[in-house]
């Protein structure tokens, strides 16, 4: 059976790197949707770049053009559903939505996480992991809500983290995860495998391992928890 690809829509900031590997997984036929386009809130984001190359279509909405971010808002969501998205990832997009707009999108709303969630929701995930003495951290994919990083869990993967480590060692082995794991997560919301259930993602009706729920160990004994 064939079945048509799943148009999305990718909302990004910055450099790009977990678009590219959504570019690159779509490409190899991994990937069942159609990026209709890219959106980013800053001219200068590097990601738009790897957008036009790969022949998406790309657009600015610059946040600053805005004095309220309501109006911001509108003029995304209005932009987002030209497209008529199934789905829309935000993928390392750096501003916070409204209730409206989340509302709109509630269920077919993505964003990743640097942390393992629910650690370390909000920024600079990386030093804080490291200050707060963390034997893992890792990288979630999780539904948006009016929560902020507190939507429900879709995908997680751990990473250690060594005696070394600077913030920026340790964002390099999470973002190797993120590529991962976000492809993943779009996967299997366009093949209808995921729905939530008391607040937790199912996969195929079930917590199945493959969504790599960890334990995370408690920072200050060690002990699971
Ligand atoms: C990623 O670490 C993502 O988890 C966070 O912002 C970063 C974006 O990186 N939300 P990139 O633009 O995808 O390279």
């Known amino acids: 059976m064939i079945i048509a690809p799943a148009p999305v829509v990718i909302l990004i900031s910055g450099r790009g790197s977990n678009l590219q590997a959504i570019l690159d997984e779509t490409r190899a036929g991994r990937l069942p949707i159609e990026i209709r386009a890219v959106i980013s809130n800053n001219p200068g984001a590097g990601g738009l770049r790897h957008a036009r190359t790969a022949g998406v279509p790309t657009e600015v909405i610059d946040h600053r053009a805005y004095a309220e971010r309501a109006h911001f808002d509108t003029a995304l969501l209005q932009a987002i559903d030209r497209h008529a998205p199934r789905l829309v990832i935000l993928a390392g997009f750096m501003r916070i939505l409204g209730e409206a707009f989340i509302r709109h999108y509630a269920g077919r709303l993505l964003n990743i996480h640097p942390s393992l969630l629910p650690a370390f ?67 299997w919301c366009v093949e209808g495998r995921l729905s939530i259930r008391d607040g937790q ?16 160990p408690d920072q200050r004994t060690g002990a699971a928890k």
């Open 121 to 187: 929701k909000g920024l600079d995930t990386h030093a804080r992991a490291l200050a707060a003495d963390s034997r893992q951290h890792g990288a979630s994919v999780h539904f948006v809500t009016n929560d902020l990083d507190g939507g429900p869990v879709i995908v997680q993967a751990a990473v250690p983290v060594r005696p070394n480590d600077s913030a920026d060692t340790l964002a390099a082995r999470v973002l190797r995860e993120e590529h991962r794991i976000l492809p993943l997560a779009i996967r």
């Open 201 to 216: 993602v199912l996969l195929d009706g079930e917590v199945r391992p493959e969504q790599g729920l960890v334990t995370v």
